[in-house]
Nanobody, 123 residues
Framework: QVQLVESGGGLVQAGGSLRLSCAAS????????MGWFRQAPGKEREFVAAIDWSGGNRYYADSVKGRFTISRDNAKTTVYLQMNSLKPEDTAVYYCATCMGLVLAKEADADYWGQGTQVTVSS
């Protein structure tokens, strides 16, 4: 089992920034790819960003490219999401996810999920 705990969500004005963190514990040796998804009210959960074990390959949804940056620490057990130039449409619950495979692009790819952290962007 892998446990994921997110932090860093909150309320911010449009144009502002937030940094989300997700700390993994447990069988972390089974993690290869880490990433973030989000779910806005009344909408399906959607992919935001992912990063592989080496940190050399990063993937982003078109809606966040150029504004969000995903990274992970040297110990490979914490993943971050730096969110800049936030927009009201970024308001959602953000979920950390991990998988043992190379691809983390849709919900079905994930092996473990965090509990989510709320991000609210006011206009």
């Amino acid at each position: 089992q892998v446990q994921l705990v997110e932090s860093g969500g909150g309320l911010v004005q449009a144009g502002g920034s937030l940094r989300l963190s997700c700390a993994a514990s447990g069988r972390t040796f089974s993690i290869f790819t880490m990433g973030w998804f989000r779910q806005a009210p009344g909408k399906e959960r959607e992919f935001v960003a992912a990063i592989d074990w080496s940190g050399g390959n990063r993937y982003y949804a078109d809606s966040v490219k150029g504004r969000f940056t995903i990274s992970r620490d040297n110990a490979k057990t914490t993943v971050y999401l730096q969110m800049n130039s936030l927009k009201p449409e970024d308001t959602a619950v953000y979920y950390c996810a991990t998988c043992m495979g190379l691809v983390l692009a849709k919900e079905a790819d994930a092996d473990y999920w965090g509990q989510g952290t709320q991000v609210t962007v006011s206009s």
